[in-house]
């Protein structure tokens, strides 16, 4: 991802201490953070999910592509620099190669999570029919109309699924 520092000379540049929160999850900020320097982490409820070291490294994208509040919180987990747009969604309409990197970015993950989970249902293919749900959330993603998704967990789920 490094390809988009190219497009940030009309960023903030923006250093964050370490432990400052750059992003809270179930906020809406609008903002989206291209790291520099540093190590950001990224929080979902009380468990580190991912750590960013790259330079490039995106964060706040899923907010602003969705138009929804922000699904973790982000905080910097060693003094970082990072670039902040506050217009994020304007920014990206301005600059189409932001937005396909973000999309290529986004298929990349997406890649990652369905070959993970199509290699835990062969992995216990023999172990009974519990892991068929797998593939059945996987088909229901797929097929989820464009709106607001809500991923749920075990206390509340998304009624569509």
Same mark, same amino acid.
Not at 12 to 30: F, N, Q, V
Not at 69 to 98: C, I, K, M, Q, W
Not at 122 to 149: K, R, W
């Given at each position: *991802?490094?390809?988009?520092?190219? &497009?940030?000379? =009309?960023?903030?540049?923006? !250093?964050?201490?370490?432990?400052?929160?750059?992003?809270? /999850?179930? !906020?809406? %900020?609008?903002?989206?953070?291209?790291?520099?320097? !540093?190590?950001?982490?990224?929080?979902?409820?009380?468990?580190?999910?991912?750590?960013?070291?790259?330079?490039?490294?995106?964060? #706040? /994208? *899923?907010?602003? +592509?969705?138009?929804?509040?922000? %699904?973790?919180?982000?905080?910097? $987990? %060693?003094?970082?620099?990072?670039? /902040?747009?506050?217009? =994020? $969604? =304007?920014?990206?309409?301005?600059?189409?190669?932001? $937005? +396909?990197?973000?999309?290529?970015?986004?298929?990349?993950?997406?890649?990652?999570?369905?070959? &993970?989970? =199509?290699?835990? *249902?062969?992995?216990?293919?023999?172990?009974?029919?519990?892991?068929?749900?797998? #593939? /059945?959330?996987?088909?229901?993603?797929?097929?989820?109309?464009? *709106?607001?998704?809500?991923?749920?967990?075990?206390?509340?789920?998304?009624?569509?699924?």
């Amino acid at each position: *991802m490094r390809a988009i520092l190219d &497009y940030c000379h =009309a960023a903030t540049r923006r !250093g964050l201490p370490a432990g400052t929160i750059a992003i809270h /999850e179930g !906020g809406k %900020t609008g903002h989206l953070f291209v790291l520099i320097e !540093g190590r950001l982490e990224v929080v979902k409820g009380d468990r580190i999910v991912a750590v960013l070291m790259e330079p490039g490294a995106v964060v #706040g /994208e *899923m907010s602003i +592509l969705l138009d929804q509040r922000h %699904t973790a919180t982000v905080r910097a $987990a %060693t003094d970082s620099v990072v670039y /902040e747009f506050d217009d =994020a $969604a =304007a920014f990206l309409n301005e600059h189409p190669g932001v $937005a +396909l990197l973000l999309a290529r970015l986004l298929a990349q993950r997406l890649n990652v999570a369905t070959t &993970y989970l =199509a290699d835990i *249902m062969h992995q216990y293919s023999d172990h009974g029919t519990h892991l068929s749900m797998v #593939g /059945e959330l996987l088909q229901s993603m797929i097929n989820l109309p464009p *709106m607001q998704v809500s991923p749920g967990s075990d206390r509340q789920s998304d009624p569509r699924m």
